[in-house]
Structure formats: C-alpha cells, structure tokens
C-alpha cells in the first residue's frame, strides 16, 4: 500500500576535509552520476553536489527506452546508479544547491549554499533542466492554482476532475499517462504535430476518456482563483475558441539550468551551453553534460554518455593540459 | 499484520538512524473511529523504533489525552511530533503519514532532534536565531513527490533552530479537505502564517525573506 523510497545517503564528511578536488560535479542526475562512476574509476579525487539525487529521473514515473531496462520506475532508475555509484564511495553533497562558480585560473571556487567553498581544477556542470513555461497570460497568476509542471508529484489534485495536457513530446504523453487513474476526463492539446514515440502514441489509442486537439496553440490561461478554462486558437480553422478545465499539466520540454555559469561560458540563444567533441565549454576546464548543453535530444541514455564522455575528458584534461598544481 | 517496511528499506532506514546522536521520543496522536493512515501511521513507529535504541514512541489519543494535544498544539490525527533528549517539543512535526518520499523528512527529522549537526552556514543561522514573532509553516506535500521532502526538511530546520517557529508536514491526500481549503493544486506548497506562501523546493533564505514580510 505504501511504497518507502529511503534516500541512499554517502558520507559527506569529506567535503569538509579535501583542499583541491580534482573534478567537481554539479548535479546528480544520469550525467552527473555517471560522470561519478567514470572519474572514480580513473582515479580522481571526485565529489558530486546535488540538490536532489536523480534530476529530472524523479519527474518521469516509468522509463521504457533505457537499453536493459524493458520499463522501470525513474526513482529506481536513479537508486539504481547510485547504488552502483556508492560501491565505489563516490562523495556526495546532497541537500544543498551550488550559489556560486568563481574561476580562479586555472581553477575553479564552490560555494554553496550551505556555507562551504570548495576548490577543484574541473568542473562538469550537470544540472540538467527545468520545466518550459509556455509564457502565456495566465500562467505567472494560476502557478500552483491549477497549473502543474509535474504529474507524479500534483496527480492527486486532479481526483475526478477535468485536466489540460500541453505539449505532444514523450513527457505529455507520459502525463496523461500519469493522469488516468485520477482525472475524470483529459484533453492534450498541442500547437503543432505529435513528437512523442510511436510505442507510447499507441497507449493512448485506448484511453477513452482522452482529447486530443493537435494544431491547437494555447493563447491564455483562464480563471478566477483558480484555473477554469483555456483560450486556444485552432490553427486549422483560426479560430479561436474556450476550453474548460480544472487544471492544466504543461509538459512543453525543458530550459536548461545554466545560469550559475552563463557569464563564464559561451551559450546559445536557448542559454545552452555549448561544448566541444569533449564536453569542455568555452572555458578552460569547465565541462557540460546532459540536458544543459546544447544537443538537441534530451534522453536519459544520452545524457548518462555524455556524463562519461566528460569524465574521460576530465582526466585526459588533467593529464596533459592543466597548468596548476 | 503485514509489515509496513520491507527488509531493503528497514536496513536502509537502520543505517541512516546509526546518525542519531541522542535519544528522541516520538508522540503519534490517533484517533478512535473513521482516521484515514490513523493504523499505518502507529505501525511505522513501531517498526521504526527497534532500529535505534535512542528511540521512543507514545500512543496518545486525540481526544482521551486533549491536554497533551493541546499543549503541543495537536488537531488533526494522525500527527507524530518529535521531542529531544530533555523532552522539549521544538515545533517539528508531521500531520499524515511521512511514507513514500517522505520517509527522507521524516528520517531528517529525528536525526535532527537527536541532535545531529544541520548544515546551514553560521550568517543564516544568526537570521533564524532573530526570528521573533510566532510564525507557523505549513508544507503541504503528496508521497509521490521527489521535491517534497526538501522543502519539509528546510521548514523544520527553521523550527528547531528558533523556539518561535512551528512547522508542520502535511499529507495532502488524507487532508484534501485542508489542501482545497488552501487551494493547493501543486506541491510543496509552504504556507507561512496563513498569509504567505512559496512554491517548490526553494533555499533556506526564501523562506527568511518570507517570514521578514510578517
């Protein structure tokens, strides 16, 4: 009936103890974690700060496209590497967030929010991404009053009513997923095509409570106190018409978590970071991986690659072109 | 009974609990009749309490023992509070059940009134040290949350680092009636004093900028 997900602590007493790391991850999703395991095994003197353990893997109730996994709950996903990870007593400072990267050439200073400054030589920036807002009328006034960015975490608050999915990604798709054992009828609409997966498109077909308007954009979000409705236009017709609901989940895709280091490093229009064929970012050893740089598919696997790609370059960095001590 | 904690989660829990530094005593108040989690909320005590000989439970009922709800400002069951190794209430407590993600605040929770060290920086300290006004903190949470347990950890670190504050986990899932009531459609929802309110696992200092407005 109840479920104890026990968060797996490791020591951080080190964080305390160390003078000059040799790479510090910020993060402690897929990218961040991997990166863990990839420079532990190399031998550096690694440490990890998170907020939170797992990233967005905490947001995703199952993951079905992580090769060996045919389906598995993200918050197991993510106990499962840092069980892996602990095997190998990777450092982690969880609970708190990074306040500040100060390059002191050629290396780096943390601060935390916490209290602690830390020195390392590298930095692998790892902090993911946060939900999209769809930047609308409405949304700033009914956050939190009907308005949800995460399905796992509000899906209780839609028991027996109305709710709006927005986006046609694989995460809209998976919260309306989230939403059929609670809401009492569901509307997906989307401005455009359908992107999400083949394999999860085909679970819809069979969910008769289910909406959907595709070519629809979303212009304003309606209401009172709460949300009652939204005003879409139909792109097909342009016509513009009123939708009612009782809430609305928007799942539109992310916005990087990039700005600690945006005036350190070069980023794109999108505030993503851009990095080398080595995850090195504009500057001399600070590295990106996962979903705050630029590559354009934001997959677990993907991000969890560039995780080791990073740490494999760390080392390499370290080797042959760092020039402290 | 079935057990609550299967055997990966109570090793799990037993190593966190080697943190403890003192003895705590926890009070869970239920009450006879219909009480939603009422049941599991007493049996995870009792599974919880032979993990650390530093622990201790009470059974209290909330209207056979009113006094004693009264005095710790008890209304709804089931509530657990924490008291330290002298007894003193210090305002951390969990209205519902801390199952699920939750198990992370509540774990926190009896470390911290165990006495265990919490790492906040000695600047912030001194802000919550100078809290004088009587401030209330409810953090609405669901057990499915991954962000909550952050925001209920964070609220009770301000009530036991200043006598002033309270600051009361709630399940909103058994207490519907008060998340509506609170127009809480997403959470963490933190209320501060009825009259405030923060969204999302947010740093200590929001809180404080929060509670300066009061």
């Given at each position: ?5 026990v ?17 510090l991850i910020?993060?402690g ?5 991997n ?6 095994r190399?031998g550096?003197v690694?440490g990890?700060i998170a907020?939170?353990?797992g990233?967005?893997?905490h ?13 598995i ?9 840092l069980d ?5 007593d990777v ?7 990074v306040k500040?990267i100060t ?8 601060e ?7 020195i390392?030589?590298?930095?692998l920036m790892a ?6 807002k769809l930047?609308?009328?409405g949304?700033?006034?009914?956050a ?10 509000d899906?209780p608050?839609?028991k027996?009513k109305?709710?709006?999915v927005?986006g ?11 939403l059929?054992?609670w809401?009492?009828?569901i ?9 999400a997966d ?8 069979t969910?008769d409570?289910?909406t959907i308007h ?10 009172d106190?709460?949300?009652t ?6 792109k097909?017709?342009?016509k513009k018409?009123?939708i ?6 928007i799942?539109?895709?992310t916005?990087?978590?990039?700005y ?16 080398d064929n ?5 500057l001399?050893g600070?590295?990106a991986?996962?979903d705050i740089?630029e ?5 677990i696997i993907i991000a ?5 790609k990073?740490a494999l ?6 080797n042959?072109?760092?020039?402290g001590? | 009974?079935a057990k609550l904690?299967n055997?990966d989660?109570?090793k ?6 080697q943190?403890?530094?003192n003895k705590v005593?926890m009070?869970?108040f239920t ?9 599991e ?15 201790n439970?009470?059974?209290k009922?909330?209207?056979d023992?009113?006094?004693?709800a009264?005095k710790?400002n008890?209304t709804l069951?089931?509530?657990?509070i924490i008291?330290?190794?002298?007894d ?5 407590k969990?209205?519902?059940?801390p199952?699920?993600?939750?198990i992370n ?7 911290t009134?165990s006495g265990?060290n ?6 912030t ?6 809290i004088?006004?009587?401030v209330?903190?409810?953090v ?5 949350c991954p962000h909550?347990?952050g ?12 006598d002033n504050?309270?600051a ?5 899932q ?9 127009k809480?459609?997403?959470?963490p929802?933190i209320v501060?004093?009825?009259k405030y ?7 200590i200092d929001?809180?404080l900028?929060?509670?300066e407005k009061l």
């Open positions: 009936m109840f479920n104890f997900n968060e797996k602590k490791s020591n951080s007493d080190i964080f305390d103890q160390v003078k000059k790391w040799d790479l910020i993060g999703g897929p990218a961040g974690l990166a863990g395991l990839y420079a532990k190399k550096l690694v990890i907020k939170e353990i990233g967005q893997l947001n995703t109730t199952t993951v079905d496209n992580y090769l060996g996994f045919n389906m709950e993200g918050k197991d996903l993510s106990n499962t590497f892996h990870i602990n095997q190998l450092p982690i400072l969880s609970g708190t967030n500040a390059n002191i050439k050629p290396d780096f200073q943390i935390t929010e916490n209290g602690k400054k830390l390392s030589k590298t930095v902090t993911g991404g946060m939900p999209r930047g609308i009328p949304e700033d006034k009914f939190n009053k009907g308005i949800t960015y995460c399905a796992t975490c899906a608050f839609f027996d109305e709710v709006i927005a046609g990604g694989n995460s809209a798709v998976e919260g309306v997923l989230d059929v054992p809401a009492k009828k509307t997906l609409v989307h401005r455009s095509q359908f992107r083949e394999i999860l498109l085909k679970k819809l077909e969910i409570k289910l595709l070519q629809t954009q979303i212009l304003a979000i309606l209401g106190e709460l949300v409705g939204i005003q879409v236009l139909n097909k017709t342009n018409h009123i009612n609901t009782d809430g609305l989940l799942e539109i895709g916005v990087p978590n990039s600690l280091i945006k005036d350190l490093v070069k980023t794109n229009q999108k505030d993503e970071v851009i990095v080595n995850q090195m970012t504009s001399l600070m590295f991986s996962g740089t590559q354009p598919f934001k997959q969890t690659a560039e995780g080791a990073a370059a760390v080392n390499q960095y370290l042959q072109n760092y020039k001590e | 009974m904690l055997e989660a109570t799990q829990i037993k190593e966190v609990l943190g403890m530094v005593t009070i869970v009450k006879k009749g219909k009480c939603n989690t009422c049941k909320t007493k049996q995870l005590l009792q599974e919880v309490k032979p993990l650390n000989d530093k622990i439970v009470l059974e009922d909330l209207e023992d009113l006094d004693e009264k710790y008890v069951a089931p509530t657990i008291l330290d190794k002298d003193k209430y210090q305002g951390l969990f209205t519902g059940i199952a699920g993600h939750e605040s509540f774990l926190s929770a009896i470390l009134m265990k919490i790492e906040i920086d000695d600047k300290i001194e802000k919550i040290k100078n004088d006004k009587a209330d903190i409810k609405f949470i669901t057990l499915s909550c347990p925001a209920v950890a964070t609220s009770h670190a301000l009530a036991y680092l200043n504050v309270e009361t986990m709630i399940e909103a058994t207490f519907m009636d008060l998340a509506r009531e609170y809480v459609s997403g959470v929802k501060i004093n009825d309110e923060i969204v999302g696992n947010q740093p929001a809180y900028k929060e509670i």
